[in-house]
C-alpha cells in the first residue's frame, strides 16, 4: 500500500469554509486517480468526490454538488478538497484514498491506500 498524508479540516461554523489536503510523500500522486470519502458516527463510509489521474474528469455526490471542489495539483503532488458552504450534516471524518481501478467511482474495494482521516465539524 501506498501512504497517503492528509491535513487541513477542523471546526467551522455553517456556511464556512475548508481545504483538505492530501500528499502523497515518495510516490507519484498524478498516477493514480483519487477519491474523497467521509464517515459520520454510526453511518457507512461514503463517496464525497473523485477525479481522474489526469484531472479532467471530476465527480461529485449530489449532496455536496456546488459546494465542494476537488482538484489536483500535480507540481505539489497533492489532491485538494475545498469545502464551502459548509452544513452542519458535512460533519465526518473524511478520508482521502487511491484507487485501483480505470474509472472515477465509490466502491470501496477499487480503493487500497488510504490517508489517515482527518475530522471536520461544523457547528455554531
Known amino acids: 500500500q501506498l501512504r497517503l498524508v492528509q491535513s487541513g479540516g477542523g471546526l467551522v461554523q455553517p456556511g464556512g469554509s475548508l481545504r483538505l489536503s492530501c500528499a502523497a510523500p515518495?510516490?507519484?500522486?498524478?498516477?493514480?486517480?483519487i477519491g474523497w470519502f467521509r464517515q459520520a458516527p454510526g453511518q457507512e463510509r461514503e463517496g464525497v468526490s473523485c477525479?481522474?489521474?489526469?484531472?479532467?474528469?471530476?465527480d461529485y455526490r449530489d449532496s455536496v454538488k456546488g459546494r465542494f471542489t476537488i482538484s489536483r495539483d500535480n507540481a505539489k503532488n497533492t489532491v485538494y478538497l475545498q469545502m464551502n458552504s459548509l452544513k452542519p450534516e458535512d460533519t465526518a471524518i473524511y478520508y482521502c484514498a487511491i484507487s485501483v481501478y480505470s474509472g472515477c467511482d465509490y466502491d470501496l474495494r477499487h480503493y487500497n491506500s488510504w490517508g489517515q482521516g482527518t475530522q471536520v465539524t461544523v457547528s455554531s
Open positions: 515518495g510516490f507519484t500522486l498524478a498516477y493514480y486517480n
Open positions: 477525479i481522474r489521474r489526469s484531472g479532467g474528469f471530476t
